[in-house]
């Protein structure tokens, strides 16, 4: 199976800079041996942070 990489990045919004972006399997299995989740969870403000935590995650969204 091809990779969808290019696709991916269509609908990206990390702006960290990480040589992942587009490759979300290895980007979601990263985040989530940290306990963490991938920037396109965040809004945008939320995502300009880098605070990838579920913690952080379950705070903004009951905030909003
Ligand atoms: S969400 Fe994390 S792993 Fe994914 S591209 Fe951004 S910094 Fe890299």
């Given amino acids: 199976m091809e ?5 991916n990045m ?10 992942k972006k587009g490759i979300c ?3 979601i ?3 989530r041996s940290l306990g963490e989740l991938p920037a396109c969870y965040f809004p ?7 605070d990838r935590s579920i913690e ?6 009951n905030e909003r």
Avoid at 3 to 7: D, L, W
Avoid at 11 to 16: E, G, L, R
């Fill in 3 to 7: 990779c969808n990489q290019r696709k």
């Fill in 10 to 19: 269509t609908k990206c919004n990390c702006t960290y800079p990480c040589n």
């Fill in 25 to 27: 399997c290895e980007c």
């Fill in 29 to 31: 299995a990263y985040h």
């Fill in 44 to 50: 945008k403000d939320a995502e300009r942070t880098y």
């Fill in 56 to 61: 952080y995650f379950i705070k903004i969204y």
